[in-house]
């Protein structure tokens, strides 16, 4: 069953890759897996309250280490909220747009109150402890996100709810031990918003066998270049450099990636340069990196 999106389906990374798959092998599973493309433009449409459950239960069934799931899901549906969430992920129209924002969190405020529940002492306050929460938390994210495609809604993450940390935590009220780790819209699509599937680099440059190989990455970061140039996809969207723009034509990705990377307000913004201290975000919450 699919949701109302009238789009042209869109075409698998199977087929723009031309990857030679036996069609026995390729499930309704894959299909979706493969054909997955970040929507930023929502109709006004609700998503029905069964469909969205079914896209929480596909979340909460995701893997979660030794079961202790550390995660919670904070659902959106408030029209004003979503519009005071959309300012603080970096006024992201989309955001505000899409009738459901979902907002995945590393939780460990559980922990804490079984420890107190049963006469022991929380001592498990570690980086280790924030990165298996943080885990659990983007594995439940996939499995909503391949839930919703599934049903032809159409969804993107939203890393920028690392932005603001703190007044994130007071707009949905996350208690010490909860941290907001990304967000997802859901939706369904506007007409005519797909563009298709967005190449990646070849499996080559990032499939090692056995091994870590860095060999060929020259070859593999040109071919990757080429295509997409050749797609426009950073057509008009240079990331600025110390006011330094070059031809479209020799803007590619990994000029483009170069970029973004080069310093902490690179990732996407300047407004992104708060993120460059989020460890103590993330200590403020009631986490430690130790």
């Known amino acids: 069953m699919t949701l109302g999106s009238t789009n042209t389906a869109p075409t698998s990374r199977i087929e723009q890759e031309q990857r030679e798959i036996s069609p026995e092998f390729i499930t309704d599973t894959i299909r979706v897996l493969t054909s997955h493309e970040s929507i930023r433009s929502f109709e006004s449409t609700p998503i029905a309250a069964k469909a969205l459950e079914a896209i929480l239960v596909s979340a909460r069934s995701a893997p979660t280490s030794s079961n202790l799931q550390a995660f919670s899901i904070i659902v959106v549906e408030d029209a004003e909220r979503r519009a005071r969430l959309a300012h603080l992920v970096g006024d992201q ?5 899409a009738p459901v924002m979902l907002i ?27 990165l298996m929460a943080s885990v659990d938390a983007a594995l439940a994210l996939e499995n909503a996100l391949v839930a919703a495609e599934s049903l032809g809604l159409g969804a993107v993450p939203i890393g920028s709810v690392r932005n603001q940390p703190s007044a994130i935590a007071d707009e949905l009220g996350l208690p010490q031990g909860v941290f907001a780790v990304a967000g997802l819209t859901l939706g369904h699509p506007r007409e005519g918003v797909r563009r298709g599937t967005k190449p990646r680099l070849s499996s080559e440059a990032v499939v ?55 310093k902490p307000e690179g990732v996407t913004r300047p407004s992104v340069a708060m993120r460059d201290h989020l460890k103590d975000e993330v200590e403020a919450r009631g986490f430690r990196i130790r």
């Open 208 to 262: 090692h066998r056995e091994q870590y190989s860095g060999d060929d990455i020259e070859k593999h970061v040109s071919d990757y270049d080429d295509v997409m140039i050749a797609n426009g996809l950073y057509s008009g969207r240079q990331v600025t450099s110390a006011g330094v723009q070059i031809p479209d034509s020799e803007y590619g990705w990994a000029e483009h990636t170069a970029r973004r990377t080069s």
């Open 104 to 130: 995945f969190c590393a939780d460990v405020s559980r922990f804490h109150y079984l420890a107190e529940r049963q006469g022991h002492t929380f001592d498990a306050d570690n980086l280790e402890m924030f």
């Open 93 to 97: 129209r989309y955001v505000a747009e």
